[in-house]
């Protein structure tokens, strides 16, 4: 596999071929925020909070699956960066329950952390939500889809790591959300393997035994206006 000469924030640096923009960064020491991505799964770009601008390209693109070239210049965060993720991030909040004070992964969610590295807050954006009753008959996960980004984390978890396919997506647009195989009964087809709660970025996946401990780990994290 060969080299690949390239600029990163200015800066000279070297990755090898095949490799993404993302893998590049962190090779790099440089972290660009992530929601819909983890190293295991098979990149989507679909939550686009990871875009970077990339000289000579009309729109900003997904760090997470857009490979590097010979030449590329890129900037992960440029103003016009930060603006499109406070934007993407806004969206994200119109539709989310926003209740941290309540939520079991209030000091541990990763779309919190973005947002506080970002100095936003979470109550900004208005907008018509959904609202699901709690799923809690399950006798190992509690599943909370008001509080659900749609990242699709666990459902490809749960086809990827486990094969099982016991996640999938149903409706389309703001009526789109995570669904239990047929519609089922989680405990019904889950085997409770819990690689979709442990996937899971925000409070929407929890193990029962392990509900409202997420508040007892790390410090508040600070969000400003």
């Known amino acids: 596999m060969g080299e690949v000469e390239l600029t990163l924030n200015g800066v000279y640096v070297k990755g090898s071929e095949g490799m993404t923009i993302l893998e590049l960064a962190e090779e790099n020491g440089i972290e660009i925020p992530t929601l819909c991505y ?10 686009r909070i990871c875009v970077v601008e990339v000289k000579g390209s009309r729109t900003l693109v997904a760090s997470c699956h857009t490979p590097i070239s010979r ?17 993407i991030l806004e969206l994200v909040f119109a539709d989310h329950s926003g209740d941290c004070l309540m939520c079991d992964k209030a000091n541990i969610c990763d779309l919190r952390k973005i947002a506080a590295d970002l100095g936003m807050t979470l109550t900004r954006a208005k907008g018509k939500k959904h609202y699901y009753v709690p799923d809690e008959i399950n006798p190992y996960i509690v599943r909370d889809m008001t509080k659900c980004i749609m990242c699709r984390r666990c459902v490809r978890a749960c086809r990827e790591l486990k094969e099982e396919g016991v996640l999938g997506i149903v409706g389309r647009g703001f009526d789109s959300n995570v669904t239990v195989d047929t519609d089922q009964a989680l405990e019904d087809v ?9 996937v899971c970025p925000v409070g929407a996946l929890t193990k029962k035994e392990e509900q409202f401990a997420g508040k007892k780990k790390g410090k508040p994290l600070l969000i400003t206006g």
């Open 38 to 47: 983890l190293s295991d799964l098979t990149p989507t770009g679909s939550c």
């Open 71 to 87: 030449g590329m210049d890129v900037q992960t965060h440029s103003p016009k960066v930060i603006k499109a993720r406070k934007a």
């Open 190 to 198: 889950c085997k409770s393997c819990d690689v979709c709660v442990e």
